[in-house]
């Protein structure tokens, strides 16, 4: 019943930006850490960002830092990455999950088993 999506994905030039949706179907991300992962072919998952439920807490991975940012709309039971400067080396699949219920907890990793509900990715390819 619970399910995210995510959506924004698709072809750009390094440089460039992208805006990835994750939208909730079934609960409300409210009360969910939600975290963006992306792999890589050949690579492990990483974590990319992810923002506590409470919206405080905020956290980022070195190669991502300065150049993207996350966001929450609750109003729109919605969380987005805003990825700016875009380089080759971000191409990969990107995944939102969603780690809960937690009611304005700070809680905010990048551990895989954190999250129960994870949607099924969104290509991001940067190429010239």
């Known amino acids: 019943q619970k399910q995210v999506v995510e959506s924004g994905g698709g072809l750009v030039q390094p440089g460039g930006s992208l805006r990835l949706s994750c939208a909730a179907s079934g609960f409300t991300l409210d009360y969910y850490a939600i975290a963006w992962f992306r792999q890589a072919p050949g690579r492990e998952r990483e974590g990319v960002s992810c923002?506590?439920?409470?919206?405080?807490?905020?956290n980022y991975a070195d190669s991502v830092k300065g150049r993207f940012t996350i966001s929450r709309d609750n109003a729109k039971n919605t969380v987005y990455l805003q990825m700016n400067s875009l380089k080759p080396e971000d191409t990969a699949v990107y995944y939102c999950a969603a780690d809960g219920p937690l009611l304005f907890s700070r809680r905010c990793e990048f551990r895989t088993s954190n999250y129960d509900y994870w949607g099924q990715g969104t290509q991001v390819t940067v190429s010239s």
């Open positions: 923002i506590s439920s409470g919206g405080v807490t905020t």
